[in-house]
Structure formats: C-alpha cells, structure tokens
C-alpha cells in the first residue's frame, strides 16, 4: 500500500500470537500491528483490541471494523471454528487454513485418513470411545501406548502409558473427571520410541518454507516428570537433527500438502509436524493446523525483518522457494502460575518485569496476564516465556535462565532444564 501503512491484525491472547506480533513489527515499513484479544502485556508498540466476540461470523464483522489489510489466525480453536473463512468471505486476506482444512488437527481420524491416502508413516490406532475399549487397545499393542482426544485439547489430550497404573490414572481423568470436557472419542496408538522435533512450515498450500527445527518440552518437571503441559519451554536448533533428517521431513510435508489438495482441502498458513526419530526413521505423530507455542518464541525470530513479506507471499501463493532463516541458538523458557497444569492459580502481581525487558538477547513474551490496579498479574497457567539467543547454546540458555530469575512471580514455577543435553559451547 503505497503511501499508507499497513494494518496487520493478530489473533489471539499468548506468547505464540505475541511473537508473532514482535515479528511483524519488525518489517522495514514498520506497519500498525493490532492483537485481538491480545493481552495487556503486548501493550506499546502493539495495538491490543482486548473486546474479541468467539462466534467466527461475529468475530468476522467486528475483526472488519479494524479494517486490517492482512489477519493472521494464532490459535487453533478460532481456525477449526471457521473464523477464516467467515472473513475469506468479507473480501479480507487471512493467513490460516479453512475450517476444512484445519480437521488436520481438530480431527485426528480426519488427520489419519490423510496420512493413510498420503503414504505417510505414522502410529497404529484404535478409535475407542470408554474405558472398556481403551484397556482392550492398550492389551492388543502392550506398553508403552498413547491415548489421545480426537478433538481440541490445549495441549493436554495426549497420555503416554508407560503402565497399567498411568492407564488407570488416564482413564479416571477423561472419563471419570472429564479433565477435558465433553470430549467423547479418544485414540489408542502403538507406542513408539525415540526423540521427538517440531518440524514447521510455512505454505501457501503447494510451496513451503521450512522454519529451523525445534523440540519443545512437554512436562511440568525437570527430566521430563509430572504432568504433560501446553509446553514449558522450547530449543533450536538441534545437535541430532541430520541433513538426511530434513530431507525426509520436507518430503513429508509435500506428501500432506498433496494429500490435502487431492481431498480438496489444501491447506494455508502454519504447519506443525511432530515427529518422533525412530529406529525406522521419522514418523508423524501428529500434524498441527497453526504454529507451536513455546516453539513460536525460539523459530519466528529467525525470519528477521523478512517476517512480514514472507506472510503476505504466503496469502499471495507466491512463496519463494528458499529463504535463509537464522540458525542462531535460541531457549525459551515458560514462567508459568502456581498449580499449573491441574488448577492455576491467578491474581498474583508480577514483579522485576522492566529490568527483566532490559537484559541483552532476550525477549519477554507474555501470555497468561491480566492488568489489575495498574500492575501485570498472572491470569492463566502459562504466564510468560522468556527466548534468550546467542552465539552458543550455552550463552542462549544462560540468558534466558538469567532474564526469567529476575521475574518474581507467588508461587511460579518454570523447569531448569531446559535445553541442557543441547550446549555443545
């Protein structure tokens, strides 16, 4: 738009749509970025339009009034709802896939299915829909199993059954605490085994750009104990990760992506890939329709100032076919609240955050924040995520540990492990 500056809205509250915003705002001819809903911690140079309606057709006209010349789609519950083709509708551009297309993660039988046609390798299943069915599949494949929500769980419909004690505990949580709600249709999968890389791609639906690879940290505790979480923290690059390994991943992604156009589905906007290194070589675990959080925190920085203009090729379909992404190493660590992830607790003032926003190659992107008589309190269960970067990962990870010890935060809690087995200097 010559003579004007661009308006480019993001949608969504975390750490994940907060990086994305960063990002945005870096682009040359510093455009007017909005968050909606946002939170009051992106406030600045970040606009925040905190009154965001969850209706897709409501979303749509109030999203219209903005007027932004580009909407970038976050999370996954407003993409599976359908919020981008309600605005696809009113003539607005919108990087994300369609309601459709966003089955790839609301619908894990509909992901399945498009791994199956695709020739893609990923775990045997079992659809299972109570307690009865679950322990039959669990018997027919042995420990480990998976047990997964079919639908939309935040992060936190996945359990690995290492034994029939992690069984039980599963069973009374889905289906006799209903931790997740009225989900009512759940897969068993063959357990497999081997490190696990978040593999991400931008895609205007046949081309894409690969982001740096990424492993992300699911448990609560050090050394992988406790509770699975949305993630607690984040690294890139990886020291285990070949040239081999990119190879195979980027032939993956074609395969889904040509998969996805034959079902007349295809899909634009982030792609997640979880995959598990096995013994057999890369296999999906499971396919993501938005970009990871905390992953978002650690990859989106590599893309520099080019963030933005790499965005808009995407909407445009006219991505170029390779782009040089910083490899720098970078950590990212989540502060998150008190009880988290069972019952956070909210309300607590954050402290330290001004020095903490000062501090050499970091970046503070908040989540879980709330304002109260003028100060930032907790709000959610994962607060904020402090990335750190440097030229060794050992220099990224000592500043992020660095910056997030100067946030005091009542009972905060955040893993100090993060990254360890990867400093090589």
């Keep these: 738009m010559a003579g004007s500056t661009k308006r480019i809205l993001v949608v969504g509250a975390g750490a994940r749509e907060h990086a994305l915003a960063d990002g945005i705002r870096q682009d040359p001819g510093r455009p007017a970025v909005l ?3 946002g939170n009051p911690g992106m406030e600045g140079d970040i606009h925040v339009h905190p009154s965001f309606p969850e209706n897709p057709a409501e979303a749509a006209v109030w999203i219209d009034s903005l007027s932004p010349d580009l909407v970038v789609i976050g999370p996954e519950k407003p993409l599976a709802a359908g919020l981008s083709d309600a605005l696809r509708q009113k003539g607005r551009r919108v990087l994300g896939p369609s309601a459709q297309a966003a089955q790839i993660e609301s619908s894990k039988l509909f992901a399945k299915e498009r791994m199956r046609e695709a020739g893609i390798p990923t775990a045997d299943f ?5 307690p009865g069915s679950v322990r039959d599949a669990v018997r027919s494949f042995g420990y480990p199993s998976v047990l997964k929500a079919d639908g939309l769980a935040q992060g936190k419909g996945v359990f690995v059954l290492q034994t029939p004690e992690d069984l039980e505990e599963a069973l009374g949580k889905v289906f006799h605490r209903r931790s997740l709600g009225d989900q009512t249709t759940f897969f068993v999968e063959r357990g497999l085994s081997g490190p696990e890389v978040s593999f991400i791609v931008l895609t205007d639906g046949t081309r894409f750009l690969p982001f740096p690879e990424a492993r992300d940290y699911k448990r609560i505790g050090d050394g992988n104990r406790g509770p699975n979480t949305g993630g607690m923290g984040a690294v890139t690059p990886l020291s285990d990760w070949t040239e081999k390994d990119q190879e195979d991943a980027c032939h993956l992604i074609e395969r889904i992506l040509w998969g996805m156009r034959r079902h007349g589905t295809p899909f634009q906007g982030f792609l997640y890939a979880g ?14 329709a938005r970009f990871g959080d905390p992953e978002a925190q650690v990859l989106l920085p590599s893309a520099g100032e080019s963030l933005l203009s ?3 090729a995407a909407v445009g ?4 076919e390779k782009v040089p992404f910083s490899r720098s190493p970078r950590v990212a660590v989540v502060l998150a609240a008190q009880g988290y992830p069972e019952k956070p607790v909210s309300g607590h003032v954050l402290s330290g955050l001004g020095k903490a926003r000062e501090q050499e190659g970091t970046r503070l992107y908040m989540a879980g924040v709330g304002e ?11 607060v ?7 030229k060794t990962m050992r220099e990224a990870r000592e500043r992020a540990y660095r910056t997030i010890s100067m946030i005091g935060l009542e009972g905060g809690q955040f893993r100090t492990d993060i990254g360890a087995e990867e400093m090589t200097g």
């Design 384 to 390: 904020l995520t402090v990335a750190g970067e440097g």
């Design 372 to 382: 109260q008589d003028g100060q930032i309190v907790s709000s959610g269960g994962r």
């Design 35 to 37: 968050a909606s809903p």
């Design 310 to 312: 790499l965005l808009e």
């Design 126 to 130: 079992f659809v299972t829909r109570d």
């Design 317 to 320: 379909g006219s991505l170029p």
């Design 275 to 288: 995959l598990m290194k096995t013994a057999e070589g890369l296999k999906i675990l499971e396919f993501n």
